[in-house]
């Protein structure tokens, strides 16, 4: 599955913004999907992950209230809401898929991964 990403861009703190991740190619209900960030200098970290059919979400601890990870199966597209943002959240953020797998926080599970979309949170 061939992942691109769109949606970011520059807001204040508590501002508001939802990235997209559009999916072409393979079954997109056959893939398990996540959200990943990497801030400049640091290591990629997970957000949040969805299963196939959106039975099981998991958030990272610093999102979690916060940002919403949903998608719609039809349209094949994974959506980030992501709401009251801090500055700590500006990163590039990455979607990722994992084919029949498990929802996991590990980004070494995932084998297909978007450009990456850039958000920038000002105080």
């Known amino acids: 599955v061939q992942l691109v990403e769109s949606g970011g861009g520059s807001v204040h703190v508590g501002g508001s913004l939802r990235l997209s991740c559009a999916a072409s190619g393979r079954t997109f209900s056959t893939y398990t999907m996540a959200w990943f960030r990497q801030a400049t200098g640091k290591e990629r970290e997970f957000v949040a992950a969805?299963?196939?059919?959106?039975?099981?979400?998991f958030y990272d601890g610093s999102v979690e209230g916060r940002f919403t990870i949903s998608r719609d199966n039809a349209e094949n597209t994974l959506y980030l809401q992501m709401n009251n943002l801090k500055p700590e959240d500006t990163a590039d953020y990455f979607c990722a898929g994992r084919h029949y797998g498990a929802v996991s926080y590990i980004s070494g599970d995932y084998n297909n991964w978007g450009q990456g979309t850039q958000v920038t949170v000002s105080s």
């Open positions: 969805i299963s196939c059919f959106g039975g099981d979400i």
